[in-house]
Each structure stands twice: as structure tokens, then as C-alpha cells.
């Protein structure tokens, strides 16, 4: 619908977003929300304060969560990248 | 039951409950007839119609009833598109609308037309500027904005929106269903959409003003009643009583949002400071009296809801886990903020200040628990 948060389309013709690599995946695809956020939280002290972990979910409500977490907790929400099979890839920052 | 809903519907003022069981003995009868029964119930809903638009700021003929605020939203918004016809096929909104001006823009979109959704704050206001720079652009038919928000309560910039429609000739659809018998109207309108069930008078009444010299064309097929605004027979008896209520809060507003806007802040002060990881959102200051939101990290909403409910306490809440659509709430989202564990607590009117103590009191204990279900520490 269109006042929905949607990422934008790609054109046609260009190629798949690479995504860029990450120190820590965290696989919560089919997980709703709160649970990707309760897993991102438990294991952020996984990573080297600098490295990005790459959260992989699917609850739309995760597009907005993880972000908005990151600015709660002071960690950096460095991109979201839209995943071919759906869902996405949020990119987060280890800030301390 | 401590009833902390007050935003998905007031309950039924004293005053228009008195007022709807006398209008059912004299105001039953065909507004539209012409014997003594029926002038009798002409007379009351005329009189209604007056007391409505004046609270409202409105003239009497500019007014109609239908059958509820989202009626009132549909009938506006494509009114509206419908009389501009000619000037343009784009609509403008804010991202935080309520769901009856979006699903309006949807029929809109599906029927060839352009929406223009305009984005907002942290806290929920619309981004003024580029509004006024959406209305102003080429072939622009109508824009609407809600007085304040249904969910976190922000109050828009109503009037300085109008003033850029005004300069740019677009007629604005003012959706006043939070704040009407609350708060003033702002200045401005073209088209106005409130609900008389969210001031404490009974479901079933909305108001549809069209200011003189708007442009606007019913959707709907030909019908005499209302102005030729509104289809169907009218709810004299509960017209009636819309009218005791609003009157009622008119008098009464000055003093009791002072109460109630006291206790929000008091909400917004103590729920951080009792229940640790929790965002309030919303103006802290340009709001509503009655109502503040805030959202729980790591908690499910539906679990907060439900145990708020066993210990007495209804409230709702904009997660996507509490509602049927299974998406997030399209105001927190745009918004950008957390939309799980989110808890919308509004106040109504003559709530005891020790409702709003007592859950404050059982709120830390149950936010632990849900967490604890869930396995965070």
C-alpha cells in the first residue's frame, strides 16, 4: 500500500545489491519481532566494538525496530539491504 | 476496571445520556415530514446542527451528520477529489493520517489518482515544509491532515498547513477526530471530519463540515437527507445527545485538560523511571491532554496487554502483534520508532488520579515478567 515503508525498487537491468561483509550474521528470518531484537541485544557483545553485525529478518516490523534500537542504545543502524528471498539485512555498528 | 482507553472511544457523557433518552420520546419522528412530530424532531436536529457548528466553528449549513468519523473522512476526502475533479488528480497526506483518510487515498490511487505522502518527525508532526511544497506543485486537487495523532497524540500544524493550501488554492481536509470537544478547531479548514463517540457522545454520530465556497461533490448516489451531503435517515435522538455532550465538554475543557495533561506528564515522567529500556514517544509538549504512548524494548505487546488486562487495566496498543493486519503500526513506523511493546494509555474524562497511580505501581512488575517469559534478563 502507499504509505507503507518500502524499499525502492531496483531498475530492471541493474544488478543485485552486493552486501557487504559482516564480523557476526544473526538469522532471524521467520522470527517476529521482539525476538530479532532480543537476539541483536544478547550478542552484541559478540563483535569488536567497531565491526557491524548483519541482522537477516523478515517481520516487517523488524525494518523499523532494529533501527530504532540502535538509537536507543547508541549503536550505529548502518544500512538495510533488501534480501532477493525478502526480508532484509540490517547492518549495525558496535558503537561501545 | 480502570478504563484507560479514552481514544478508541469516550464513554457516554452523563449529560448526553440524559439528553438521548428524552430525544427518543420527541425526536423519533421524520425530520423531513412535515406534521408536528416531525417538525419536532426537525427542530431538534436543527438545533443540534447549530450548537455542533458553533463549538466547531462552523455555520450550521456548512455541517452535516453520518453515521460515524470514518464516514465523515471517506465522504470528505473524495468529496473533496470528487468537486476538484478538474484542478488536479493528486492528493496529498501525511504519513501518520488515520487509517480512513489512508484507505480513502487508496481508492483514490486504485481509480487512476496520485497520492503524495508526506513524512514526519521523531515526534510525529508532519514535516511543514515539505507539504507546503507538495500542495503547491502543478495539479494538486486536495490535501488532508488530522489535528492531532490518534496513536501518540501530536498535535499537526494544522493552521500553517491551511495557509499553504490557501496560497496555493488546495481545499484542506482537517480529520479532527481526536481532538474535537478537546481543543479548539484550528483556522483553516475546508473540509472538516470529527466523532462525536470520541468526545463522550454515542457511537453511530460523525460530523462533516464543508466550508461555503468549497467545492465538493458526494461520492455517493443522490439522496435529500442532510444537505444532499450525507445518504440515509437520520439519528435524531443520538444527534441530540453528540450536541448535550460536546456542549458539556466545551464547558467542562478548560479545567479537565489541565487534570488530564497533568497526569500524562506525570506518565511520561515516571514510566522511564520505573521500568527500565523504554521509549516515550511522541511531543512532550504539542499534544493531546489525555493521551501518551510508549514502547517496551523486548516485550511483546500483546502479553503487556493482556496482563494490563488481568490486573485491571484496558489500554491498546499500536504493535503489529495486537492488531489484525500483522503489520506495524504505519504511525510508528513512520515515525521511526520502536513498534513492539507499544502501549497507548489515554485518559477520559473524570478519571481517578489514583487509576493512573495503581498503574504506574503494577507496571514495572509486569514489563519484568513478559520480559522474563522471553527470556531477557
Same mark, same amino acid.
Given at each position: 500500500?502507499?504509505?507503507?515503508?518500502?524499499?525502492?525498487?531496483?531498475?530492471?537491468?541493474?544488478?543485485?545489491?552486493?552486501?557487504?561483509?559482516?564480523?557476526?550474521?544473526?538469522?532471524?528470518?521467520?522470527?517476529?519481532?521482539?525476538?530479532?531484537?532480543?537476539?541483536?541485544?544478547?550478542?552484541?557483545?559478540?563483535?569488536?566494538?567497531?565491526?557491524?553485525?548483519?541482522?537477516?529478518?523478515?517481520?516487517?516490523?523488524?525494518?523499523?525496530?532494529?533501527?530504532?534500537?540502535?538509537?536507543?542504545?547508541?549503536?550505529?543502524?548502518?544500512?538495510?539491504?533488501?534480501?532477493?528471498?525478502?526480508?532484509?539485512?540490517?547492518?549495525?555498528?558496535?558503537?561501545? | 476496571?480502570?478504563?484507560?482507553?479514552?481514544?478508541?472511544?469516550?464513554?457516554?457523557?452523563?449529560?448526553?445520556?440524559?439528553?438521548?433518552?428524552?430525544?427518543?420520546?420527541?425526536?423519533?419522528?421524520?425530520?423531513?415530514?412535515?406534521?408536528?412530530?416531525?417538525?419536532?424532531?426537525?427542530?431538534?436536529?436543527?438545533?443540534?446542527?447549530?450548537?455542533?457548528?458553533?463549538?466547531?466553528?462552523?455555520?450550521?449549513?456548512?455541517?452535516?451528520?453520518?453515521?460515524?468519523?470514518?464516514?465523515?473522512?471517506?465522504?470528505?476526502?473524495?468529496?473533496?477529489?470528487?468537486?476538484?475533479?478538474?484542478?488536479?488528480?493528486?492528493?496529498?497526506?501525511?504519513?501518520?493520517?488515520?487509517?480512513?483518510?489512508?484507505?480513502?487515498?487508496?481508492?483514490?490511487?486504485?481509480?487512476?489518482?496520485?497520492?503524495?505522502?508526506?513524512?514526519?518527525?521523531?515526534?510525529?508532526? +508532519?514535516?511543514?515544509? @515539505?507539504?507546503?511544497? *507538495?500542495? &503547491? %506543485? =502543478?495539479?494538486? !486537487?486536495?490535501? /488532508?491532515?488530522?489535528? $492531532?495523532?490518534?496513536?501518540?497524540?501530536?498535535?499537526?500544524?494544522?493552521?500553517?498547513?491551511?495557509?499553504?493550501?490557501?496560497?496555493?488554492?488546495?481545499?484542506?481536509?482537517?480529520?479532527?477526530?481526536?481532538?474535537?470537544?478537546?481543543?479548539?478547531?484550528?483556522?483553516?479548514?475546508?473540509?472538516?471530519?470529527?466523532?462525536?463517540?470520541?468526545?463522550?457522545?454515542?457511537?453511530?454520530?460523525?460530523?462533516?463540515?464543508?466550508?461555503?465556497?468549497?467545492?465538493?461533490?458526494?461520492?455517493?448516489?443522490?439522496?435529500?437527507?442532510?444537505?444532499?451531503?450525507?445518504?440515509?435517515?437520520?439519528?435524531?435522538?443520538?444527534? +441530540?445527545?453528540?450536541? @448535550?455532550?460536546?456542549? *458539556?465538554? &466545551? %464547558? =467542562?475543557?478548560? !479545567?479537565?485538560? /489541565?487534570?488530564?495533561? $497533568?497526569?500524562?506528564?506525570?506518565?511520561?515522567?515516571?514510566?522511564?523511571?520505573?521500568?527500565?529500556?523504554?521509549?516515550?514517544?511522541?511531543?512532550?509538549?504539542?499534544?493531546?491532554?489525555?493521551?501518551?504512548?510508549?514502547?517496551?524494548?523486548?516485550?511483546?505487546?500483546?502479553?503487556?496487554?493482556?496482563?494490563?488486562?488481568?490486573?485491571?487495566?484496558?489500554?491498546?496498543?499500536?504493535?503489529?502483534?495486537?492488531?489484525?493486519?500483522?503489520?506495524?503500526?504505519?504511525?510508528?513506523?513512520?515515525?521511526?520508532?520502536?513498534?513492539?511493546?507499544?502501549?497507548?494509555?489515554?485518559?477520559?474524562?473524570?478519571?481517578?488520579?489514583?487509576?493512573?497511580?495503581?498503574?504506574?505501581?503494577?507496571?514495572?512488575?509486569?514489563?519484568?515478567?513478559?520480559?522474563?517469559?522471553?527470556?531477557?534478563?
Amino acid at each position: 500500500m502507499i504509505w507503507r515503508k518500502k524499499s525502492p525498487e531496483p531498475p530492471a537491468e541493474a544488478p543485485a545489491p552486493v552486501i557487504p561483509p559482516a564480523a557476526l550474521t544473526i538469522d532471524a528470518l521467520g522470527r517476529k519481532c521482539p525476538i530479532p531484537i532480543i537476539m541483536l541485544a544478547e550478542r552484541v557483545g559478540e563483535v569488536p566494538v567497531g565491526a557491524v553485525i548483519s541482522v537477516l529478518a523478515d517481520d516487517p516490523a523488524a525494518f523499523t525496530d532494529v533501527p530504532a534500537w540502535c538509537r536507543l542504545k547508541s549503536h550505529q543502524h548502518v544500512e538495510s539491504y533488501e534480501l532477493p528471498q525478502g526480508g532484509w539485512a540490517i547492518h549495525v555498528r558496535r558503537q561501545y | 476496571m480502570a478504563y484507560l482507553d479514552a481514544a478508541s472511544t469516550e464513554p457516554l457523557h452523563p449529560a448526553a445520556r440524559e439528553a438521548l433518552l428524552a430525544a427518543l420520546d420527541v425526536g423519533w419522528a421524520d425530520p423531513a415530514r412535515l406534521y408536528g412530530s416531525a417538525r419536532r424532531a426537525r427542530l431538534l436536529l436543527d438545533q443540534a446542527r447549530a450548537e455542533i457548528a458553533e463549538v466547531l466553528g462552523a455555520r450550521p449549513d456548512e455541517l452535516s451528520f453520518t453515521t460515524s468519523g470514518t464516514q465523515a473522512v471517506h465522504l470528505g476526502v473524495l468529496g473533496a477529489l470528487q468537486g476538484r475533479r478538474r484542478a488536479g488528480r493528486h492528493l496529498v497526506v501525511s504519513a501518520v493520517e488515520h487509517s480512513s483518510v489512508l484507505h480513502a487515498a487508496g481508492v483514490h490511487e486504485g481509480a487512476g489518482g496520485g497520492v503524495q505522502t508526506i513524512g514526519v518527525a521523531i515526534s510525529g508532526r +508532519v514535516d511543514l515544509p @515539505a507539504f507546503a511544497e *507538495a500542495v &503547491a %506543485a =502543478e495539479g494538486v !486537487a486536495v490535501a /488532508a491532515l488530522q489535528t $492531532a495523532n490518534h496513536e501518540v497524540g501530536t498535535l499537526q500544524p494544522v493552521a500553517e498547513a491551511a495557509e499553504a493550501c490557501r496560497s496555493a488554492g488546495v481545499p484542506l481536509v482537517v480529520d479532527a477526530a481526536q481532538s474535537a470537544g478537546r481543543l479548539p478547531i484550528p483556522p483553516g479548514w475546508s473540509v472538516l471530519a470529527a466523532s462525536a463517540h470520541k468526545w463522550g457522545g454515542p457511537a453511530g454520530v460523525g460530523v462533516l463540515a464543508v466550508r461555503k465556497g468549497t467545492r465538493w461533490r458526494s461520492p455517493y448516489p443522490e439522496d435529500e437527507r442532510e444537505l444532499r451531503r450525507v445518504p440515509g435517515y437520520e439519528n435524531v435522538p443520538a444527534v +441530540v445527545a453528540a450536541a @448535550a455532550a460536546l456542549r *458539556a465538554r &466545551a %464547558a =467542562e475543557s478548560a !479545567a479537565e485538560n /489541565a487534570r488530564l495533561s $497533568a497526569l500524562v506528564d506525570r506518565i511520561r515522567a515516571e514510566v522511564p523511571r520505573r521500568v527500565p529500556d523504554v521509549e516515550v514517544i511522541g511531543d512532550p509538549v504539542d499534544r493531546l491532554p489525555h493521551l501518551v504512548t510508549f514502547s517496551c524494548l523486548y516485550v511483546d505487546g500483546e502479553a503487556l496487554l493482556t496482563e494490563l488486562d488481568k490486573a485491571g487495566f484496558a489500554v491498546s496498543s499500536g504493535s503489529s502483534c495486537t492488531a489484525s493486519t500483522l503489520r506495524p503500526s504505519h504511525v510508528l513506523e513512520a515515525m521511526g520508532v520502536l513498534t513492539h511493546g507499544n502501549v497507548r494509555v489515554s485518559l477520559p474524562r473524570g478519571i481517578p488520579e489514583d487509576d493512573v497511580d495503581r498503574f504506574l505501581t503494577v507496571l514495572p512488575d509486569i514489563v519484568r515478567r513478559v520480559r522474563q517469559r522471553l527470556g531477557v534478563q
